[in-house]
Nanobody, 119 residues
Framework: QVQLVESGGDLVRAGGSLRLSCATS???????????MGWYRQAPQKERELVAT????????NYADSVKGRMMITRDNAKNMVYLEMNSLKPEDTAVYYC?????????WGQGTQVTVSS
């Protein structure tokens, strides 16, 4: 069973930057190499929403309109890692950020990491 562990969440002032990381426990790399990876977030009293996704090759990326130009998703297939670079952070970016893996064998979620942006 593949597991995802997020890290990098923190309290930051508006305008600041953070880098989130997602480590995948897939020693063989068999699942990760064919998986579409994504970052989602859930703010208090709101539904979970898409932030960004990246395909298995790393060439196709998709972003929510609210984060375009401010956030960038990348992956390192050699390390089974996914990252989310977040810049020009706004208070409305405050949420728990979740890493997601989708492969032919199913879907996996991480436990989440808290990002808090103060005004």
């Amino acid at each position: 069973q593949v597991q995802l562990v997020e890290s990098g969440g923190d309290l930051v002032r508006a305008g600041g930057s953070l880098r989130l990381s997602c480590a995948t426990s897939d020693a063989s790399g068999r699942v990760f190499d064919v998986a579409t990876m994504g970052w989602y977030r859930q703010a208090p009293q709101k539904e979970r929403e898409l932030v960004a996704t990246i395909d298995s090759t790393g060439r196709r990326k998709n972003y929510a309109d609210s984060v375009k130009g401010r956030m960038m998703i990348t992956r390192d297939n050699a390390k089974n890692m996914v990252y989310l670079e977040m810049n020009s952070l706004k208070p409305e970016d405050t949420a728990v950020y979740y890493c997601n893996l989708r492969s032919p064998w199913g879907e996996v979620w991480g436990q989440g990491t808290q990002v808090t942006v103060s005004s």
